[in-house]
């Protein structure tokens, strides 16, 4: 349920209601709107119409109102505003438009350093790399581990990028944490929910991709597992799903972008990489994505794609993504936001 705070509510007041929620059994989770405080009421819904009577009687209290989405706190039932990430000098959710780019995995030092220096001249603010990669096949390469995240970090250091880097186990989140600004939850992940809590008592923003066949609704529900555990710093990736369509190695839904706009209050972002998997259309699609209204775009890039360990096929050169985000920077200006 929905607990709104009249104007000149007291911060005791405040206290209170969040204690009161809590003896019914509830989690409060208040949140500071420009005019009021708002508390979010999460918990079972056992005597809900008794709880919402006993609250509106509670001094302070201007209206108790159910969430009727089963994502209590994603959704914009409980906050209308848009939920904004700050990173230093840049932005997530706001008026900026946010690239993130780089190789699909770390592989040696002159690779990713090269990358990183052809991404950030492009307007890159954020250099992705996986250390750890979860592939379809045990034979395939797996990833550098940690000498991978030491890589990335060497690279933050020579250029100033933040860096993205995916985690798969739970027993990673302590090492990562040590490494990267950004943790990455890949497609496959979406309903790991033990690393999804683990991830939601961290400080970190993370990055969730949608699944492969997750509806919107399954989307939001593993972004409420980190955010019911206490971060609220998540960021929505629409990475296409599976469909009948082979020509392209996923089906990029650019509808999920404003739909969960509509939904929740996160930030959404766009993957055309995985989304197409053909380094042709990933253009015209991160042009589409921010017509749609996404907050940025996850971009595979590497010098040599033909000699790529993995991914090669949806990876850009730099010169291609130089062009890609020349592009993207005229849409991006004409929707009033800066990138």
Same mark, same amino acid.
């Given at each position: 349920?929905?607990?709104?705070? !009249?104007?000149?509510?007291?911060?005791?007041?405040?206290?209170?209601?969040?204690?009161?929620?809590?003896?019914?059994?509830?989690?409060?989770?208040?949140?500071?709107?420009?005019?009021?405080?708002?508390?979010?009421?999460?918990?079972?819904? &056992?005597?809900?119409?008794?709880?919402?009577?006993?609250?509106?009687?509670?001094?302070?209290?201007?209206?108790?109102?159910?969430?009727?989405?089963? *994502?209590?706190?994603?959704?914009?039932?409980?906050? &209308?505003?848009?939920?904004?990430?700050?990173?230093?000098?840049?932005?997530?959710?706001?008026?900026?438009?946010?690239?993130?780019?780089?190789?699909?995995?770390? =592989?040696?030092?002159?690779?990713?350093?090269?990358?990183? =220096?052809?991404?950030?001249?492009?307007?890159?603010?954020?250099?992705?790399?996986?250390?750890?990669? #979860?592939?379809?096949?045990?034979?395939?390469?797996?990833?550098?581990?940690?000498?991978?995240?030491?890589?990335?970090?060497?690279?933050?250091?020579?250029?100033?990028?933040?860096?993205?880097?995916?985690?798969?186990?739970?027993?990673?989140?302590?090492?990562?944490?040590?490494?990267?600004?950004?943790?990455?939850?890949?497609?496959?992940?979406?309903?790991?929910?033990?690393?999804?809590?683990?991830?939601?008592?961290?400080?970190?923003? !993370?990055?969730?991709?949608?699944?492969?066949?997750?509806?919107? &609704? =399954?989307?939001?529900?593993?972004?409420?597992?980190?955010?019911?555990?206490?971060?609220?710093?998540?960021?929505?990736?629409?990475?296409?799903?599976?469909?009948?369509?082979?020509?392209?190695?996923?089906?990029?839904?650019?509808?999920?972008?404003?739909?969960?706009?509509?939904?929740?209050?996160? #930030?959404?972002?766009?993957?055309?990489?995985?989304?197409?998997?053909?380094?042709?259309?990933?253009? #015209?699609?991160?042009?589409?994505?921010?017509?749609?209204?996404?907050?940025?775009?996850? !971009?595979?890039?590497? #010098?040599?794609?033909?000699?790529?360990?993995?991914?090669?096929?949806?990876?850009?050169?730099?010169?291609? *993504?130089?062009?890609?985000?020349?592009?993207?920077?005229?849409?991006?200006?004409?929707?009033?936001?800066?990138?």
């Amino acid at each position: 349920m929905i607990i709104s705070m !009249v104007s000149r509510a007291t911060q005791k007041e405040v206290e209170y209601v969040c204690n009161k929620i809590k003896s019914f059994g509830y989690t409060a989770h208040p949140i500071q709107g420009e005019e009021r405080v708002v508390i979010g009421a999460v918990g079972d819904g &056992k005597e809900k119409d008794h709880i919402i009577s006993v609250m509106e009687s509670v001094p302070g209290v201007e209206s108790v109102i159910p969430i009727s989405q089963p *994502f209590k706190l994603v959704g914009k039932e409980l906050k &209308k505003e848009k939920t904004v990430i700050q990173m230093d000098d840049f932005s997530i959710g706001g008026d900026e438009f946010v690239v993130m780019a780089g190789p699909c995995s770390v =592989e040696f030092r002159e690779q990713l350093f090269t990358t990183a =220096e052809n991404v950030k001249a492009a307007g890159a603010k954020v250099l992705r790399g996986g250390a750890y990669k #979860p592939r379809t096949s045990p034979y395939d390469f797996q990833g550098l581990e940690e000498e991978g995240l030491k890589i990335l970090a060497e690279a933050r250091e020579r250029t100033g990028l933040k860096i993205i880097t995916e985690i798969i186990s739970t027993e990673n989140v302590e090492l990562v944490n040590e490494y990267t600004d950004i943790f990455q939850v890949g497609a496959r992940n979406m309903q790991n929910f033990a690393l999804l809590k683990k991830l939601g008592k961290t400080k970190r923003p !993370v990055l969730l991709k949608r699944g492969l066949m997750a509806t919107l &609704k =399954e989307f939001l529900m593993s972004a409420e597992y980190i955010v019911s555990q206490g971060n609220p710093e998540v960021i929505l990736c629409e990475r296409g799903i599976r469909t009948f369509e082979t020509y392209t190695r996923n089906t990029l839904d650019i509808s999920a972008v404003p739909a969960l706009h509509c939904l929740s209050h996160l #930030p959404v972002i766009v993957d055309p990489s995985h989304g197409t998997g053909k380094r042709p259309l990933i253009a #015209p699609v991160s042009n589409a994505a921010v017509a749609a209204g996404a907050d940025g775009l996850l !971009v595979e890039v590497h #010098p040599k794609p033909e000699e790529a360990f993995s991914d090669g096929a949806q990876s850009l050169l730099p010169s291609e *993504f130089q062009e890609l985000m020349d592009g993207v920077r005229k849409y991006v200006s004409v929707d009033g936001r800066k990138l």
